[in-house]
C-alpha cells in the first residue's frame, strides 16, 4: 500500500474536480423544489462508482429517493465491508450569508486549511466524505490491492431522517451482509489530533402548534382578555428547564445512562480549549446543564433545544395584533438507553398537560432515532486506529459525538455488525450552516487512511 501516496499525488486533481462536479448538483433533500437534482446525484454516484470499478452497481428505488448499491467481491470467504453515506444535502439557507453561492464549489485557504479548503453545501456533510471511500476503492482495485469485499450503500434521505431507508435495511438483510460498517459522516479533534466517534446521540424531533382564538385579533380591543399563543408558546417552552438547565419533562432522565467518574475522567484527557472554544464561537460565556462540562453537555447529555418559532407578525414595521396561533419546531437530543418513541410520548403528554384551558395545543412528531455507543475493543475500531496512526503518526482518540446518524443503531440491530465512525471533517468546517466547507488536506487524508483500515481489519480478522 505504499503506492497510495503517489496515486494521491497523481491524481489529486482529478480527484479534487470528481467532488467538485459532485457539489454542483444540489441535492437537497427536504425541498421538493430539488427533487430532479437529488435523483441527478444518485446517478452521479452510481457511474462513479462503476468508474471506481465496482460490479453489480445498482440504483435501488424507494417511496422516496433512490438508494445507491454497489459491491466487489473478490472473494466468498473473505471478510465485507459495508460502506455508508449519504448524498443529499442540507438547504442552503440563509443564502446571504455564503461569501460565494453553495452549489459554485471554490478553493480558498483558511487559518484552519493552510492548503485550502473547498466551499460548498455538501462538501463535508457528506459528499467529501463519502467520495473519499469511492476513491479509496478505485485506488484499491486498479492496483489490485483490494484486500477483501466491499458494499456500497449510499442514501439520499439522511437529512430527512432514513425513512426509506429503514425498509430497505430491513428487506435487504442478505444482500447487506458485512463484517463491519465503515462510514465518513462526522469528525475528529483537529488536523493534528486524529480521533474516532464512539457514540452518536439519538434524536426525537416534533412540531408544536399552540391556538388561541379562531381568528388574529386586534390586540387593543382583546388584549388581557384572551390568551396570546405566542406569549404561552414562549412561557410553555420556556418552562421546559429548570434553573439548573435540566429538562423538566417527567420520566425524561429516567433511563439516560450516567457515565462513571473514571470515564469522565477519561473524557476529560481529550485536548479542548474552552477559550479558543468560546472566542471561534464569539461568545462570553457558554451554558448549558449544571455539573457537567462543555464536551460532557454536548455529547454524554440529552439536550432539548428549539429549531424554530414562529407566529403573529414579522414584517416590516408594526402591526398590533393577537396571533391565533404560534409554532415551533423542537429537537431532542438522546443518549443511550433512552427510546426516542418513548421520549417523544413523554413530551407529547407533558407538553399537552402544561397547556392552560385558554388554548389548544397541537404534537405533531416528525422523525427520530436511537444513540449509539460502540466498543473500542473491536478489530474494527483497532483497525481504524491502527490505520490513523500510521497516517498522522499518533493514535487517535475515541470521542463522543453529539450529532446523530439514527440509521446506525438500526444498522446493528438488523445486520449484527458495529459500525466504525472514521470521520475527518472539523467541527470548523460549518456543516448545515452557511460557508461549509472541506479541507483538502482533510479529503486526502482521508483517501490514504481508509485502504489502511481494510489492510488491518482482515489482518486482524485472520
Ligand atoms: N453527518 C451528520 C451527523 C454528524 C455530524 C454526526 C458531525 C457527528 C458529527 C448528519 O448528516 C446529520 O446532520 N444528522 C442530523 C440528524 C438527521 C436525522 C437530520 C443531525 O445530527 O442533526
Ligand atoms: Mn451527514
Ligand atoms: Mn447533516
Given at each position: 500500500?505504499?503506492?497510495?501516496k503517489?496515486?494521491?499525488?497523481?491524481?489529486?486533481?482529478?480527484?479534487?474536480?470528481?467532488?467538485?462536479?459532485l457539489l454542483k448538483?444540489?441535492?437537497?433533500?427536504?425541498d421538493?423544489?430539488?427533487?430532479?437534482d437529488v435523483?441527478?446525484?444518485?446517478?452521479?454516484?452510481?457511474?462513479?462508482?462503476?468508474?471506481?470499478?465496482?460490479?453489480?452497481?445498482?440504483?435501488?428505488?424507494?417511496?422516496?429517493?433512490?438508494?445507491?448499491?454497489?459491491?466487489?467481491?473478490?472473494?466468498?470467504n473473505?471478510?465485507?465491508?459495508?460502506v455508508?453515506?449519504?448524498?443529499?444535502?442540507?438547504?442552503?439557507?440563509?443564502?446571504?450569508?455564503?461569501?460565494?453561492?453553495?452549489?459554485?464549489p471554490?478553493?480558498?485557504?483558511?487559518?484552519?486549511?493552510?492548503e485550502?479548503?473547498?466551499?460548498?453545501?455538501?462538501?463535508?456533510?457528506?459528499?467529501?466524505?463519502?467520495?473519499?471511500?469511492?476513491?479509496?476503492?478505485?485506488?484499491?482495485?486498479?492496483?489490485?490491492?483490494?484486500?477483501?469485499?466491499?458494499?456500497?450503500?449510499?442514501?439520499?434521505?439522511?437529512?430527512?431522517?432514513?425513512?426509506?431507508?429503514?425498509?430497505?435495511?430491513?428487506?435487504?438483510?442478505?444482500?447487506?451482509?458485512?463484517?463491519?460498517?465503515?462510514?465518513?459522516?462526522?469528525?475528529?479533534?483537529?488536523?493534528?489530533q486524529?480521533?474516532?466517534?464512539?457514540g452518536?446521540?439519538?434524536?426525537?424531533?416534533?412540531?408544536?402548534?399552540?391556538k388561541?382564538?379562531?381568528?388574529?385579533?386586534?390586540s387593543?380591543?382583546?388584549g388581557?382578555?384572551?390568551?396570546n399563543?405566542i406569549?404561552?408558546?414562549?412561557?410553555?417552552?420556556?418552562?421546559?428547564?429548570?434553573?439548573?438547565?435540566r429538562?423538566?419533562?417527567?420520566g425524561?432522565y429516567?433511563?439516560?445512562?450516567e457515565?462513571?467518574l473514571?470515564?469522565?475522567?477519561?473524557?476529560?484527557?481529550?485536548p479542548?480549549?474552552?477559550e479558543?472554544?468560546?472566542?471561534?464561537l464569539?461568545?462570553k460565556?457558554?451554558?448549558?446543564?449544571?455539573?457537567?462540562?462543555?464536551?460532557?453537555?454536548?455529547?454524554?447529555?440529552?439536550?432539548?433545544?428549539v429549531?424554530g418559532?414562529?407566529?403573529?407578525?414579522?414584517?416590516?414595521?408594526?402591526?398590533?395584533?393577537?396571533?391565533?396561533?404560534?409554532?415551533?419546531?423542537?429537537?431532542?437530543?438522546?443518549?443511550?438507553?433512552?427510546?426516542?418513541?418513548?421520549?417523544?410520548?413523554?413530551?407529547?403528554?407533558?407538553?399537552?398537560?402544561?397547556?392552560?384551558?385558554?388554548?389548544?395545543?397541537?404534537?405533531?412528531?416528525?422523525?427520530?432515532?436511537?444513540?449509539?455507543?460502540?466498543?473500542?475493543?473491536?478489530?474494527?475500531?483497532?483497525?481504524?486506529?491502527?490505520?490513523?496512526?500510521?497516517?498522522?503518526?499518533?493514535?487517535?482518540?475515541?470521542?463522543?459525538?453529539?450529532?446523530?446518524?439514527?440509521?446506525?443503531s438500526l444498522?446493528?440491530?438488523?445486520l449484527?455488525?458495529?459500525?466504525?465512525?472514521?470521520?475527518?471533517?472539523?467541527?470548523?468546517d460549518?456543516i448545515?450552516?452557511p460557508?461549509e466547507?472541506?479541507?483538502?488536506?482533510?479529503?486526502?487524508k482521508g483517501?490514504?487512511?481508509?485502504?489502511?483500515?481494510?489492510?488491518?481489519?482482515?489482518?486482524?480478522?485472520?
Open positions: 500500500m505504499k503506492d497510495i503517489n496515486y494521491i499525488q497523481q491524481n489529486k486533481d482529478r480527484f479534487i474536480n470528481e467532488l467538485v462536479e448538483i444540489p441535492s437537497v433533500s427536504a421538493s423544489a430539488y427533487s430532479q435523483i441527478d446525484t444518485s446517478e452521479a454516484v452510481k457511474q462513479s462508482l462503476t468508474k471506481a470499478g465496482c460490479d453489480k452497481v445498482e440504483i435501488c428505488e424507494t417511496d422516496g429517493y433512490p438508494i445507491v448499491y454497489g459491491e466487489k467481491i473478490i472473494d466468498p473473505s471478510p465485507t465491508v459495508l455508508y453515506g449519504h448524498y443529499d444535502v442540507q438547504p442552503p439557507d440563509p443564502m446571504e450569508l455564503w461569501t460565494s453561492p453553495p452549489f459554485e471554490v478553493i480558498k485557504k483558511t487559518d484552519i486549511h493552510p485550502g479548503a473547498i466551499f460548498a453545501r455538501g462538501a463535508c456533510d457528506d459528499k467529501g466524505q463519502m467520495f473519499m471511500h469511492v476513491k479509496a476503492v478505485e485506488y484499491m482495485i486498479s492496483n489490485n490491492c483490494l484486500p477483501c469485499n466491499v458494499k456500497f450503500m449510499i442514501e439520499g434521505e439522511e437529512e430527512v431522517g432514513s425513512v426509506n431507508l429503514k425498509n430497505f435495511v430491513e428487506n435487504n438483510a442478505a444482500k447487506l451482509k458485512n463484517d463491519v460498517i465503515l462510514i465518513s459522516d462526522t469528525g475528529m479533534i483537529s488536523n493534528q486524529p480521533s474516532i466517534t464512539t452518536l446521540r439519538g434524536l426525537s424531533y416534533v412540531e408544536v402548534e399552540v388561541g382564538p379562531n381568528r388574529d385579533l386586534h387593543g380591543l382583546y388581557g382578555a384572551v390568551a399563543p406569549n404561552i408558546l414562549s412561557k410553555m417552552i420556556a418552562s421546559l428547564h429548570d434553573e439548573n438547565n429538562i423538566t419533562i417527567p425524561f429516567d433511563k439516560v445512562e457515565l462513571s473514571e470515564e469522565r475522567t477519561e473524557m476529560a484527557k481529550a479542548f480549549d474552552i479558543d472554544y468560546k472566542k471561534a464569539d461568545l460565556d457558554v451554558y448549558g446543564e449544571a455539573g457537567y462540562v462543555t464536551n460532557e453537555r454536548n455529547a454524554i447529555r440529552p439536550t432539548l433545544d429549531n418559532i414562529w407566529g403573529g407578525y414579522t414584517g416590516e414595521g408594526a402591526k398590533t395584533v393577537i396571533p391565533s396561533k404560534a409554532f415551533a419546531k423542537i429537537s431532542m437530543r438522546l443518549v443511550p438507553n433512552q427510546d426516542w418513541e418513548e421520549i417523544t410520548e413523554l413530551f407529547t403528554k407533558h407538553f399537552t398537560n402544561i397547556a392552560p384551558a385558554a388554548v389548544t395545543v397541537k404534537v405533531t412528531p416528525h422523525h427520530g432515532g436511537q444513540g449509539y455507543v460502540t466498543p473500542i475493543d473491536s478489530i474494527g475500531y483497532k483497525a481504524a486506529n491502527m490505520a490513523y496512526t500510521e497516517t498522522f503518526g499518533i493514535p487517535a482518540i475515541p470521542v463522543r459525538s453529539g450529532g446523530s446518524i439514527p440509521i446506525v444498522f446493528e440491530k438488523e449484527k455488525s458495529k459500525t466504525i465512525l472514521m470521520g475527518f471533517g472539523l467541527d470548523s460549518a448545515h450552516s460557508n466547507h472541506f479541507g483538502i488536506f482533510n479529503y486526502l483517501i490514504e487512511t481508509i485502504p489502511l483500515f481494510y489492510k488491518y481489519f482482515v489482518e486482524l480478522s485472520k
